[in-house]
Each structure stands twice: as C-alpha cells, then as structure tokens.
C-alpha cells in the first residue's frame, strides 16, 4: 500500500510490483506496474509525481507528470517511468517508484464572452517578466 514517508509528507511513495526486475536504458521509458487500484471520492484526483532522491541521484522521472488519475479510473495505476540519466537504471520489486499526492478539485463551467477583463500582465506569457 501506498505510505507517507514521515508525518509531514503531502505525498505517499508508491512501489513498483514486478514479476522480475525492469532495465531502463538511457532516454528509455516504460511503464511500470504497481498492483494498487483505487476508488477515489467524486471532486478529488491522485497526482502520480517524481521522486527527488530518485531524479536527482538516478536520472528516473515520472513522464506526463504530474499524471492524474480521476476518480471514475478502476484500472491498476501504472507509472510511466523514463530514465533521463546516461547509465542504465534497473527497478526492483518494491523499489519506491513516485510520490501520490491526492488533491480536491473544482468543476468549471464555462461561458462564452465577448471580451475578457483587463489585467497588468494581460496576454504576457512564457518569460514575460524576465529572469531577474
């Protein structure tokens, strides 16, 4: 089962079961399985993120992250793990594989207008402030 790793945690450690360990290759991805299945409330998903220690020490990331699983899924959560490091990464059965941060969320509705309010930073988009 899923666990937090110390009280404080936002995310729970989720772990790869596997029949026999999983290679990843530089740049290769895979999907890896977890036999967890759940049964969220309506109005919450479950963000499948990244692991620091294993970005940082490894090279292995989650892909599509965060992903979402929506409380209408039933299917097993799987993790699309990929290795960006430049040496081969092998998973063992058990090994924590990402972080699962279970969050509220609120439905939207949406209207047409003609035109939007006005703001300061209007249509700024992508580095519109600068990097200082």
């Given amino acids: 089962m899923p666990q937090y ?3 404080l ?3 729970m450690d989720l772990r790869a079961w596997l029949s026999e360990p ?3 290759q530089p740049l290769e991805r895979a999907m890896i399985h977890t036999g967890i299945y759940m049964a969220l409330p ?3 998903e479950c963000q499948v993120r990244p692991r620091s220690g294993l970005a ?4 292995l990331t989650v892909l599509n992250t965060p992903g979402t699983i929506d409380a209408d899924y039933r299917g097993e ?3 699309i793990l990929a290795n960006l490091g430049n040496e081969p990464q092998t998973i063992e059965d058990g090994e924590r594989i990402c972080q699962l941060v279970v969050a509220r969320h609120e439905k939207v509705e949406w209207i047409p207008v003609e035109q939007l309010d006005e703001t300061e930073r209007g249509a ?3 580095g519109h ?4």
């Fill in 77 to 79: 959560v799987c993790v």
């Fill in 56 to 59: 940082l020490k490894r090279g």
């Fill in 42 to 44: 309506e109005g919450y």
């Fill in 22 to 24: 999983v290679t990843l």
């Fill in 129 to 132: 402030t600068g990097t200082k």
């Fill in 5 to 7: 790793g110390t009280p």
């Fill in 124 to 126: 700024g988009g992508f």
């Fill in 9 to 11: 945690s936002a995310g």
